[in-house]
């Protein structure tokens, strides 16, 4: 059962509201370091504090009151000058805002949070009473000591209990009144760390009062108490919930009582046909209403699409923290500049794209800026600039990670995936400038001259365009050697409608993402040259593979395919061989949950009720491996 019983509505809207507030809290702590004097951010970080523990007390959180009240303290004499905004205490409240998001998780789990870190909780009351930071670090050390006890040094022969077992020992003392008998002596005593875990602090008669100010502790609280087992569903899935604006939903309602209204119109001219009348003035009243209802839909279907989409300054508020801390880490000077906070996107993509551009901003900071002492020798300011940009383009998303340091070289990550064995020779002879940047997604591959928890084991980036493609978006590299690097993710506005070319295999029709089209061409004999044993085609000056559609699905050739569709699948440009067109449609997608057959992407429904397969193009190409390849006489032999 949960600690929250009766309150899980209540809960959830905290965790919704304070998690936003946090957010932005941790992006003016950022905005802080540059501007210390600001009074307009020290007022702000300060009614945030205040704001999650108000929340918090309703709840009954004691912990999470505490940590906030002692943050909300030191904010209130910075922000009345009685301290200054120092580097260190900046770590102290930064440390301080991570252990708040700690008790969120434990708040998401239906349980009270336990209290936070000893060395912390004194680092605050130090600083929160103006003594400089060397004596916070002192005293915080010495609470923690405190904490997990004295060091127990016992002769040599007495075992130590283990963490979480009872002292066996001290307890036959305390019921005998003699000691333990000593086992086989030991070379050397035995001596307890400090690092043994407790499971809760010992609670001090008279209350620290600071905290008795704040909130008083009660009965009731248990510190570290675990999470429910058998939680309610809505709980556990309380991230599908969405935020909608009052006016975007009356606008729906408006639409529906419109598409109401027609429905009734229809059915009046319905009885009418049905009587007989089907004189010139009925089938024209019948075109118009069927003309309203389509536009209608059409305005609904867009309504509703709306009410999915979700400003992606939702997901940026988070990144400047992030590059600072890592910035910092490195001895780094960074500033994440955002740009276009107010797009809009799909919240599912939202969430899909959060751990892709954290690699990318890492990789940024880790991999593209360079240390001061570089910059220096670069002619370049100390501080780097990273732009985290999003803007809107036709129907497309386009997401920007642009830095200001050293670039890319391709010659050299030619010669690193080389070296790797990521490429052959002949393979890297044949790559042009685009190509090579390219190579940092391969599996494997990467640029780090060590491993650190960072970066170089040759997987983030990989994963980075893994999951862009599952999106149906596709990401670019733009860089030059000594100016800076520039990453471009291109992605649908929503997953929920796709534009789909539908292609034919016999009668049978498929579709494939129109953004991956570049254009339609006919295929004739005339233009087929084999190189290497396959089929190409030469498409403004670029020699590119036919991949018959048959192949990739492994069907049966019915006819010589007539047309080619050149389509980019990531670094991979193609030609699909197909037999026909049926058209091209904004497709509504059904995922597939329970089964999905190995290269579909899920199906859509046409007017006429037939059910079609959305082809999911990198995963076909890959499952197919050689057999997607044919010569050109194996391509145009009879049937």
Same mark, same amino acid.
């Given at each position: 059962?949960?600690?929250?019983?009766?309150?899980?509505?209540?809960?959830?809207?905290?965790?919704?509201?304070?998690?936003?507030?946090?957010?932005? @809290?941790?992006?003016?702590?950022?905005?802080?370091?540059?501007?210390?004097?600001?009074?307009? *951010?020290?007022?702000?970080?300060?009614?945030?504090?205040?704001?999650?523990?108000?929340?918090?007390?309703?709840?009954?959180?004691?912990?999470?009151?505490?940590?906030?009240?002692?943050?909300?303290?030191?904010? $209130?004499?910075?922000?009345?000058?009685?301290?200054?905004?120092?580097?260190?205490?900046?770590?102290?409240?930064?440390?301080?805002?991570?252990?708040?998001?700690?008790?969120?998780?434990?708040?998401?789990?239906?349980?009270?949070?336990?209290?936070?870190?000893? $060395?912390?909780?004194?680092?605050?009351? %130090?600083? @929160?009473?103006?003594?400089?930071?060397?004596?916070?670090?002192?005293?915080?050390?010495?609470?923690?000591?405190?904490?997990?006890?004295?060091?127990?040094?016992?002769?040599?022969?007495?075992?130590?209990?283990?963490?979480?077992?009872?002292?066996?020992?001290?307890?036959?003392?305390?019921?005998?009144?003699?000691?333990?008998?000593?086992?086989?002596?030991?070379?050397?005593?035995?001596?307890?760390?400090?690092?043994?875990?407790?499971?809760?602090?010992?609670?001090?008669?008279?209350?620290?009062?600071?905290?008795?100010?704040?909130?008083?502790? !009660?009965?009731?609280?248990?510190?570290?108490?675990?999470?429910?087992?058998?939680?309610?569903?809505?709980?556990?899935?309380?991230?599908?919930?969405?935020?909608?604006? #009052?006016?975007?939903?009356?606008?729906?309602?408006?639409?529906?009582?419109?598409?109401?209204?027609?429905?009734?119109?229809?059915?009046?001219?319905?009885?009418?046909? =049905?009587?007989?009348?089907?004189?010139?003035?009925?089938?024209?009243?019948?075109?118009?209403?069927?003309?309203?209802?389509?536009? =209608?839909?059409?305005?609904?279907?867009?309504?509703?699409?709306?009410?999915?989409?979700?400003?992606?300054?939702? +997901?940026?508020?988070?990144?400047?923290?992030?590059?600072?801390?890592?910035?910092?880490?490195?001895?780094?000077?960074?500033?994440?500049? *955002?740009?276009?906070?107010?797009?809009?996107?799909?919240?599912?993509?939202?969430?899909?794209?959060?751990?892709?551009?954290?690699?990318?901003?890492?990789?940024?900071?880790?991999?593209?800026?360079?240390?001061?002492?570089?910059?220096?020798?670069?002619?370049?300011?100390?501080?780097?600039?990273? !732009?985290?940009?999003?803007?809107?383009?036709?129907?497309? %998303?386009?997401?920007?990670?642009?830095?200001?340091?050293?670039?890319?070289?391709?010659?050299? +990550?030619?010669?690193?995936?080389?070296?790797?064995?990521?490429?052959?020779?002949?393979?890297?002879?044949?790559?042009?400038?685009?190509?090579?940047?390219?190579?940092?997604?391969?599996?494997?591959?990467? #640029?780090?001259?060590?491993?650190?928890?960072?970066?170089?084991?040759?997987?983030?980036?990989?994963?980075?365009?893994?999951?862009?493609?599952?999106?149906?978006?596709?990401?670019?590299?733009?860089?030059? +050697?000594?100016?800076?690097?520039?990453? *471009?993710?291109?992605?649908?506005?929503?997953?929920?409608? *796709?534009?789909?070319?539908?292609?034919?295999?016999?009668?049978?029709?498929?579709?494939?993402?129109?953004?991956? @089209?570049?254009?339609? =061409?006919?295929?004739?004999?005339?233009?087929?040259?084999?190189?290497?044993?396959?089929?190409?085609?030469?498409?403004?000056?670029?020699?590119?593979?036919?991949?018959?559609?048959?192949?990739?699905?492994?069907?049966?050739?019915?006819?010589?395919?007539?047309?080619?569709?050149?389509?980019?699948?990531?670094?991979?440009?193609? %030609?699909?061989?197909?037999?026909?067109?049926?058209?091209?449609?904004?497709?509504?997608?059904?995922?597939?949950?329970?089964?999905?057959?190995?290269?579909?992407?899920?199906?859509?429904?046409?007017?006429?009720?037939?059910?079609?397969?959305?082809?999911?193009?990198?995963?076909?190409?890959?499952?197919?491996?050689?057999?997607?390849?044919?010569?050109?006489?194996?391509?145009?032999?009879?049937?």
């Amino acid at each position: 059962m949960s600690d929250f019983a009766g309150m899980e509505d209540l809960l959830q809207d905290f965790l919704v509201e304070a998690g936003d507030l946090l957010s932005d @809290v941790d992006n003016k702590l950022v905005e802080l370091e540059h501007s210390p004097e600001d009074p307009g *951010l020290l007022n702000d970080i300060f009614r945030g504090f205040h704001t999650i523990k108000g929340g918090a007390g309703f709840l009954g959180a004691a912990e999470l009151v505490t940590l906030c009240h002692l943050t909300e303290s030191l904010f $209130d004499r910075l922000r009345k000058h009685e301290l200054e905004v120092t580097p260190e205490r900046m770590d102290v409240i930064l440390s301080a805002t991570g252990a708040v998001r700690d008790m969120f998780v434990d708040l998401g789990r239906g349980s009270r949070p336990g209290p936070a870190a000893p $060395d912390l909780l004194e680092a605050l009351r %130090i600083a @929160v009473a103006g003594q400089p930071v060397a004596t916070a670090q002192a005293a915080a050390a010495q609470a923690a000591a405190a904490v997990a006890g004295p060091a127990d040094v016992r002769p040599a022969g007495v075992v130590l209990p283990r963490p979480g077992e009872p002292d066996w020992d001290a307890l036959y003392a305390a019921v005998t009144g003699v000691a333990a008998p000593a086992g086989p002596a030991a070379a050397a005593p035995i001596v307890r760390p400090a690092t043994v875990p407790v499971s809760a602090p010992p609670v001090p008669a008279v209350a620290d009062p600071v905290i008795a100010a704040a909130f008083g502790r !009660r009965a009731g609280d248990v510190p570290g108490a675990s999470a429910p087992v058998g939680r309610r569903e809505g709980e556990r899935q309380r991230d599908n919930s969405i935020r909608v604006d #009052t006016a975007r939903l009356d606008q729906v309602l408006n639409l529906s009582g419109e598409i109401g209204l027609t429905k009734n119109r229809l059915n009046a001219l319905r009885s009418d046909i =049905l009587a007989g009348r089907t004189d010139t003035e009925t089938l024209q009243a019948l075109d118009v209403a069927v003309s309203q209802l389509d536009l =209608l839909v059409s305005d609904l279907q867009n309504a509703v699409m709306k009410t999915r989409m979700q400003p992606i300054g939702r +997901l940026f508020h988070k990144y400047p923290r992030i590059a600072r801390d890592l910035a910092r880490n490195l001895g780094k000077e960074v500033e994440l500049a *955002l740009v276009g906070e107010d797009t809009e996107i799909d919240k599912t993509m939202v969430e899909d794209l959060s751990d892709p551009i954290i690699h990318l901003i890492r990789n940024a900071v880790d991999h593209g800026i360079e240390d001061p002492a570089g910059r220096a020798a670069a002619g370049k300011p100390a501080k780097s600039v990273l !732009r985290l940009e999003a803007r809107q383009e036709g129907d497309h %998303i386009v997401i920007t990670v642009a830095d200001d340091g050293r670039g890319m070289d391709a010659e050299r +990550l030619r010669a690193k995936a080389l070296a790797q064995g990521v490429i052959t020779a002949e393979e890297a002879s044949t790559l042009d400038e685009r190509q090579s940047y390219d190579l940092i997604f391969l599996p494997g591959f990467s #640029t780090a001259e060590k491993v650190s928890d960072v970066s170089g084991r040759g997987v983030g980036m990989d994963v980075v365009r893994t999951n862009i493609q599952k999106l149906n978006g596709s990401i670019e590299i733009q860089s030059q +050697l000594g100016k800076g690097t520039t990453l *471009l993710i291109h992605l649908p506005l929503t997953l929920a409608i *796709l534009p789909v070319l539908l292609v034919r295999l016999g009668e049978q029709p498929f579709a494939v993402p129109l953004s991956m @089209v570049r254009e339609i =061409l006919p295929i004739e004999p005339g233009g087929i040259q084999d190189v290497g044993g396959k089929a190409t085609m030469v498409v403004r000056g670029e020699v590119l593979p036919i991949v018959p559609l048959s192949a990739l699905l492994g069907w049966p050739r019915e006819a010589v395919p007539q047309y080619g569709v050149v389509m980019q699948s990531g670094a991979s440009v193609f %030609i699909l061989a197909i037999d026909s067109f049926a058209g091209r449609e904004d497709a509504v997608i059904k995922s597939l949950e329970v089964f999905r057959p190995k290269g579909v992407a899920g199906v859509t429904t046409l007017a006429n009720g037939q059910i079609v397969l959305i082809l999911d193009m990198k995963e076909l190409l890959e499952s197919a491996g050689e057999r997607r390849s044919v010569s050109r006489s194996t391509l145009f032999e009879a049937v």
